[in-house]
């Protein structure tokens, strides 16, 4: 079965910033594409960013445009959320995903989540 286990949460004040690890078990990392998805309490959850599986390809939302940044390593079967210029308003539970059909944007793309690591941002 599929494991996808996140880490590199935690307390940063605005303006900081903090790297999300997310750990994918399973021999066809490289086949999948991947998203990463927030949830405050009381909120739905929201589309941060994804990649494709085919390559080349890059979504972010507009929230988060031009300060964070995704990648992976298929060599080490892991996913990175690169976070900088954090706001309060990005403090969230942070989740990863893999994607096997459908948009990028819509959670019930993605058969696979993590547990999800905790981004709190002060102000």
């Known amino acids: 079965q599929v494991q996808l286990v996140e880490s590199g949460g935690g307390l940063v004040q605005a303006g900081g910033s903090l790297r999300l690890s997310c750990a994918v078990s399973?021999?066809?990392?490289?086949?999948?594409?991947m998203g990463w998805f927030r949830q405050a309490p009381g909120k739905e959850r929201e589309f941060v960013a994804a990649?494709?599986?085919?390559?080349?390809?890059?979504y972010y939302a507009d929230s988060v445009k031009g300060r964070f940044t995704i990648s992976r390593d298929n060599a080490k079967n892991t996913a990175y959320l690169q976070m900088n210029s954090l706001k309060p308003e990005d403090t969230a539970v942070y989740y990863c995903?893999?994607?096997?059909?459908?948009?990028?944007?819509?959670?019930?793309?993605?058969?696979?989540w993590g547990q999800g690591t905790q981004v709190t941002v002060s102000s």
């Open positions: 995903a893999r994607r096997t059909s459908g948009s990028y944007y819509y959670p019930n793309s993605y058969d696979y």
């Open positions: 990649d494709t599986w085919s390559g080349g390809r890059i």
């Open positions: 399973g021999r066809t990392f490289s086949s999948y594409a």
